[in-house]
Structures are given as C-alpha cells and as structure tokens.
C-alpha cells in the first residue's frame, strides 16, 4: 500500500481500534485509573485522526487542486476474492442484525423494513457470488478521495472530534443526572467514535458495496446513540429514526441491485453523463434510488420527523447527527451525484424543488418552537433542504455553493448544539422562555450561542455568503427563488426572535445557582467559537481551497466561487472584506459604547405606574395590587397553551392551526418526493430529455 | 465583478452620510402632505432634521450598555448597506447587509426588561418578516432585467420600471414598512393615538433615540434609492417614481386603520409577494417586447 492509502486506512481503522478498546474499557469497572484510561484512549485517537487526516491531505494534495486519486483498500480490497465475499455479505449480516433488533422491539414495522433490506442485500451478493468469486472491478480502485471527500472527511475529524472532546466531560455528568451508571460513558464514547469510522467509509467509499455498509453502520449507530438512555422515549425515538433510515437504505441498496456486481459510484456518473445513447434506463433508477435513500437520510421533508424524534438524545448525539455526520452522509452523496442527477432530464429541477421545500418549511415551523434543541433540530432540515437544492441546480457553481454550505453549516450548527447541551446541563432546562436572559447570567456560553446564531444567519458569514450565491443561481427559476427569498427571512426571523429572547436584561430570575462548565466542554465549545468566527472571512478561502477544485472534479470545469477573499458569480459579487470590515467596525463601535456606559439599572418604562424599585417589572394594578408585567417571545404558530405562561406579545395559534401546519409540510414534501418519482420515470421511459 | 471599485466605494460613503438629510426633508414634506389631507397646516418642512438635533442634544441616560451598543451597530450596519447600494455594489448583499441591520435593532429594543419594548421587538420581527423576502424579490427582479446583480449594471440597464410594471406594488409595501407606515405601523409609530406607548424604541431617550431614528433613515433613504434604481437613467421618472409610490403609501397610511400583526403580513406577502412574483414572470416577456421596441433588445 502507499503512504496515501495507509493514511486513509488509517481514517477508517483507528476509530474502529479506539471504538473497540473502549467498547472493551466498559467491562471494567469505572475507577479513576479506568476513567483516565478511556479519557487518554479517546484523547489518543482523536490525535491520531487528526494526524492520519493531515497525512492524508498532505499526501494526496487535494487541499486546493483539482485532484481525484482513486485508492485500495489493501488486503480488505473488494476486488481481491475473499475481501469481496466479505464486503458483499456484510449488508446481509447488517440486515440481520436490523432483524434481530425488530425482533426484540417486538415491531413489524421493523421487521418488514428489516425483510424487505435483507432481501435486497441478499439478492445483491447471490448475484455478486453467483458471478463467481472472480474479482470485479479493478484491484485498488475501491475508495476515492478528491476534494469533496476531504472536506467531509475535515468536517467529520475536525467538528466530530470536537464533538467526542466535549462528550467525555458531558456523558458522565450526562448518566448520573439521568440515574444511569456511569459505566456506560466509555461504551458512549465507542460509539461516537464508531460513528466516525462508518462516516469516513461512507465518505471515501466508491465501490457501491463499501458505501452500503458504511451507510447502514450509521443507520446502526444512530439507533444505538438515540436511544442510549433507555427510558421510554428515546427508544420510541431510535426505532422511529431506525424505521425512516431502513427505509432509506432499501433504496439505496437497489442501486448495487441495477448495477450489478463491482459498480462504483464514480461508474454510475459515467454512465449517466454519457446521455441517452450509452446509458440504460437502469441508470436513473438507480440515481432515483440513491436520491431517495439520501433524502431520508438528511431528513428532507417529509422524512423530518426521525430528526425531530432524535432530539431526545444526549447533546453529543445532537451534534454528530445534525453537524458532522448521519445527516451529512445524505447531503454528501447528493452533492457527489450532482453532475449525473443533472444529465438525468428532470431529476434535478425535481431534487432542488424538494429541497427548497425543505427550507422554507423547516424555517417556518421553527419559528413556533419554544425548545431551543427542536428549533435547532428544524434549522438543520431547512439547512440540508437548501443543500439538495445546490445539488439539484447541478452545476459546478451551484455544486461549490451547496460545500461551502456544507462546511460552514456544519462547525456553526456543532456550536449551537454543544452549547444548548452546556447551557441545559448548568441551568437544568431548553425552553426558550426559561432562558430568558441566559446570555446576561452566562456571557460565555450566552456569548458562544450569539455566535453560533450570527454564523447561521448573517453576512458576511460563509452560510450567508452561500445562500446570497444559491439566491444569484437559481435566479431564473422563479419558484425556486420565491421557496430561497420566504425561507431566507424566515430563518434570519428564527435566529432574531431566539436571541432577543435570551438576551433581555432580567435579573433575579436565576433561581438554581449555575454549575460550573467542565473544561473539555469549555475547550470544545471555545474552539467551534473560534471556528465559527473566522468564518467571518472565511468564504473566499474555503471556495479556493475545497469547493471550486470539488465542483472542478465533478463537473470538469471550475466552480469559479472563489475570488480571493471574495466570493464571485457570473453576475454578481459579494465583497465579503468589506462587508466583514463593516461588522468588525460594527462589533468595535458597540463595544467602545457600551464599556463607557455605567452597569445601572434604572426602572423600566411600565406606564408609570411601576412598584417596587430597580428592575422589578410590577406596577400599581387597578385594585391598587400589584400585578407583574409579562412579556414573552414572538412564536408564529405555536400551538395556543395558557399554563404556559406566554402572555402579551406572545403571538400563538390554535391547535389547529398548529397542526394544520405541521401538516403542509409533509404533503408539500410528500408531493416534492412524488415530483422526484415521477421525475425517474420520465428519465427512465425518455432518456432524450433534458432539463 | 466582485463589485466595489475604490472611488465608488468613496463617493458611496459620502452619499450614504449625506442621505440623511435628504430624507429629513422627504419626512419633513411627508409631514406638511399629511396634514394637508387633514385640513391641517403642519409645521415647517425642516422640522424633522430639527427634531432629530433636538433629541441629540438632548442629556444622555443611557438605560443599558447591551441595548445601546446594538443600536450603534445597527446604525453602522445600516449606514454600510446604504453605501454598498450607492457605490453600485451588489443588490443582494446590500439587502442582506440591511437584513443584518434590521437584526441588531431588534436585538437592542428587546435586551431592556420593559414589556412594551418586548413587545415592539416581537412586532420588529413580523415586520422583518414580512420585508425581507420582498426586497430579496425585487433584486432578484432587477438583476434579471439588467442582467447582473450590481446595482452599478442595474443603473446602466434601459430603466427596469418598464419591465417590472407590478414590482411598483412591491416598492410600495416596502416603502410602507421603511417608515412603519400604517398598515405597518405596528411595532412604533410616531403618532400620539397609537395604542402601543412607543413600541420597540420605548428605554430609548434623547441621544440614543436620535441614534436609533438616524439608523432607521439610513434604512429609509435605502428603501428610496431602491425604488429610485428602477428609472435611474430618467432622472425625472425615478424621482417621478419615488414621490407616486409615496403619496401612495401615505393615503393608505392615511385611510387604513393599524391592522394586526397577522393581517399586516398577510398584506405584505399578498400585495408585495405578488406583485414581485407577476413582475418575476413577465420580465422576460416584456423585458422582451421592450427591446423589440427599443430595436437594441435588452443584455441578457
């Protein structure tokens, strides 16, 4: 093997090592050696992550260039004979597995889900075998790392490896505020880290049958995480997530069906950008497929709801399913099969359709939410929507844009989430109007949170430069500008109605004393803020160095985003110095005031007739009582619920409305998956067809 | 194009800090026109710049340092959007710049504990709501008149009003917003009858109130220069353009009662969102028809 393909080995081999040593580690009783073992354990190899990603990088000098290398897998090579049987037969144990889990769980949902994916990996490998054991494709072209891979592969190690960080000072505070022993933290750890190495599978992966075991270990690991605590709820949710992603990957097992035995994914873009003449009509059955499988898995409309379910789980699971991993395997694999989803007639206009869906309906149900973790859980389905949307436009600018969006939306939405999970765990409660004034009482995190939330919906941040540059791209379809301009405001709106509630001045509110942050929580949350921040001015570099060589790869012909420290279309320009010197200018302007200005508390306006001194908010009632003047939070939607406490300015909804909402999403996501179907059929029945 | 050339830049700066004046006089008329269809007389056209050197002369009593440092950057942010649109940078990111300005005022009016700024803060938001997709629109529509985002390119192009006909209903919900004109009233209004005591500028007082309304002219002269891109190239039918669509928004000011929150976005994007979206569709079509008209057919 070459140092390049011992370095991405070594991507998939070390979490596999860590993850068994600490599955190991848990047997043993949790003294403090023990403790430090699995604390040094992970430490380690998230270090050695670390390493292997800059070697590989290094080595494969795709950090900046336009470069793809194809790569083997050594003596676990699929095109060599015995590695191939194992590859193959490997979804058919996974599938059982999934059997096995129906089976205690005592649901036939999962069981048929279970039957239906052991079907189609058994098919698949008969079929593979039936062949003879001859080796298929050719030795050492089973994996690829390009540009697009690496950046997953910098997002999975650099934001999940923050994730682990701050997840061995969280779990074990984690397990005993849930009475759970405390055994379980290093088995926690094994699966995060297991997580990472199904992530990196997934990522590299180019023979088909190495990307379904790397989906389905996700799928498998997900069901684990989400329903780690064991309490009623989060296995109602895991089986729910596990239910929607079996689903899932039956479609995407059809597509190793169609193609045969050896098929690649880079085979599969051949082949349909080779158009009408060479391409098969299974071709865009299979394309159909892996867009569906990919669209569950990044929970676009109407397949949101396991996201929304797996909220339960600990904050790191949050994070490493919303940020770095599960669901940005779907995103992925889109944005991989761009260029032949856009040669596939109508397929692509259909998958932007579904994902502008997705954004607007996302972002406008998070405004009604009151629990800090659902409305960023709906924040991430608007975000991902957006991303199948850069796929769907397929083009190498549209391809460049969904990265950025890709990369920034995924340090920005780990901050928030660690930072909810930090903010819960010190002041025990997510509700929004519970936290009234949190970034008063807790200015690090409360600061941390204002971060994230800017990273997520201002200019000149890289998700806000992405989004201006879909905006410039999808100009000409009016539909689709309409679905961008409504779910822009809408989560601009989100962000704002959020941090003006966590940022009112409100004193004696804090009735249980903060408990401190553990420092690798600290550490971990300080060093997404950081990252969070330099994406500020980030927009321009990240184009140059990983998605216009990424777009270049794929399409052949460069993004063309990237323009120095700006960011450039066709069209138009967004001079992101400029506009980050106005912010800075902005951020120094207001602190300069602010530090001249005394810490006073003068009482507040209440029609003057206010009782009591300093910040008390009652005033003098008509019966000469006093009455406390309440104020809440602007929830668009939120079903009405008086013991709730929202009083004046609290905008709600009746139930029904509420629900009717709910509703529009699904069928708007229902009909957009429909559209994708049909979208298939027409690629299948009229290969000539273009968009 | 990324856009801003240095001397642009300048004369963008330049014109962004003189805006205001220009629209302390646009209010100051608003005022006399006002109270003309009230049977009024109306005080003198200058009277709104004098208000707003009163207020600034006025003692400072700040109420709270968050509060008053976000109302610094929401007028620094504001000020910057209106120098990107001047110095012919791209629609979009001026929109958003302004979004983003809008964001830090929203910010400073609910970070005070007073109910009534909480609430005018909550209405901020509906409002923010209701605008920012109509102003993305009508970029959206001029750069696919003109053919570039570049407000620069916008200028050059044959005037856009003759293509986007129905973008004039959107300009004029726009316009409606910017000055929190009735029905969009809801968050703070300068009138004495409003229900609501000030709304979001309620802890806000002499010169950090005059701060606080210089940012929303910035916002305002933003809105005005926007409307005025669309005949640009006839100077008498941009400035034409600017005073029908006032006079508009103010007899509707001035016939409409405050609506709801609910029905004011209602209007928003069924009046707004319409008109941009028919103007979206037809653009090509009359777009087209006017370069056969003109024989030199428009740059796509």
Known sequence: MSPLELSTAALLGLPLVGSGLLALLSRVSQTGAARRAVVTLTLLTLVALGASLAAALALGGVVGQARRFALGLGPFDPATPAAGFAWSVAPVALALLFLWIAARARSSLLAVLSVAQLAVAAVAAAAELGDGVAAEGTVGASLVIDPLAALLLAVSVGVGGLIVLYAIDYEPLHLAHRGLPAARA??????????????????????????????????????????????????????????????????????????????????????????????????????????????????????????????????????????????????????????????????????????????????????????????????????????????????????????????????????????????????????????????????????????????????????????????????????????????????????????????????????????????????????????????????????????????????????????????????????????????????????????????????????????????????????????????????????????????????????????????????????AVALVAVAVVVGVLLPGISP | MTGLQPLALVLGLIGAALAPVGIGLILGLDRRVTAAMQLRVGPPVLQSLYDLTKLAAKE?????????????????????????????????????????AQVLFILAAAAVESPYAQLGASREVVLLLAGEPLLLLSAVAYGSVAGSFAAAAVAAAPPPVLALPSLGLTLGVLLGIALRKSPFDLASSHHAHQELVKGSTTEMAGPWLALAELGHWFEAAFIVAFIALAAVQLPLLAVALVAATYVVVLIVDNTFPRATWRSALLIAWGVGGGGAIAALLSAPLLGGLLGGLLGGGLPR
């Open chain 1, 186 to 671: 290093p088995l926690f750890l094994a699966w995060l880290v297991l997580f990472m190495a199904a992530m990196h599978l997934l990522v590299l992966a180019d023979d088909l049958r190495l990307l379904v075991v790397g989906w389905e270990v996700t799928t498998l690991c997900s069901f684990a995480l989400i329903g780690f605590d064991g309490d009623g709820e989060a296995v109602a949710a895991a089986r729910r997530a596990l239910a929607y992603n079996l689903a899932g990957g039956v479609a995407l097992g059809v597509a190793p069906l169609l193609l045969g035995p050896g098929a690649t994914l880079s085979g599969l873009i051949a082949q349909a950008e080779i158009g009408p003449g060479g391409a098969t009509w299974l071709v865009p059955l299979a394309l159909g497929g892996c867009v569906l499988a990919a669209a569950v898995k990044s929970a676009l409309a109407p397949f949101h709801p396991w996201l929304l379910g797996a909220m339960v789980a600990a904050a790191p699971v949050s994070a490493l399913l919303h940020a770095s991993a599960m669901v940005k395997a779907g995103s992925y694999l889109v944005l991989r099969l761009s260029p032949a989803i856009a040669s596939v007639g109508p397929l692509g206009p259909a998958l932007a359709f579904l994902g502008g869906v997705t954004f607007v309906g996302a972002a406008l149900l998070a405004l009604r939410e009151r629990d800090l973790k659902r409305v960023l859980a709906l924040s991430t389905v608007s975000s991902l929507g957006l991303i199948a949307a850069s796929a769907g436009l397929g083009t190498p600018a549209a391809l460049a844009a969904g990265a950025l969006l890709l990369a920034f939306h995924a340090v920005a939405k780990a901050l928030a989430f660690l930072v909810v999970g930090a903010i819960e765990q010190s002041t025990g409660t997510r509700d929004v109007e519970g936290l009234v004034g949190v970034i008063r009482h807790r200015p690090r995190l409360g600061g941390a949170f204002v971060v994230a939330a800017a990273a997520m919906a201002l200019p000149p941040f890289g998700l806000a430069v992405a989004k201006w540059a879909l905006l410039v791209l999808g100009a000409s379809d009016v539909a689709l500008v309409t679905l961008l301009a409504v779910g822009g405001a809408a989560s601009l709106a989100l962000w704002t109605a959020v941090t003006a509630r966590l940022i009112v001045r409100r004193d004696g509110t804090a009735t249980v004393a903060p408990r401190p942050v553990p420092l690798l929580i600290q550490s971990a949350v300080a060093g997404l803020a950081v990252g969070a921040v330099a994406g500020l001015l980030l927009a321009g570099p990240v184009a140059s160095v990983v998605a216009d060589p990424a777009a270049a790869v794929a399409f052949g012909s460069d993004g063309g985003l990237a323009r120095g420290w700006s960011v450039a279309l066709e069209r138009a320009g967004f001079a992101v110095p400029f506009v980050a010197f106005l912010a800075v200018a902005a951020f120094v302007a207001a602190l300069a005031v602010a530090r001249r200005i005394p810490a006073i508390i003068p009482q507040p306006y209440l029609a003057g007739v206010n009782l009591g001194s300093g910040a008390a908010v009652t005033f003098h009632g008509a019966r000469a009582d006093a009455v406390e003047a309440r104020s809440g939070g602007f929830y668009w939607g939120a079903a009405e619920d008086p013991s709730a406490g929202i009083s004046s300015g609290g905008a709600s909804d009746s139930g029904t409305r509420a629900a009717a909402r709910t509703r529009a999403l699904e069928v708007a996501g229902a009909l």
């Open chain 2, 60 to 100: 400072s009593r700040p109420v709270d340092r968050v509060s008053a440092g976000l109302l610094v950057a929401h007028t620094v942010m504001a000020f910057g959007a209106l120098a990107i649109l001047l110095a012919g940078g791209d629609l979009i990111v001026a929109v958003l710049v302004l979004g983003a």
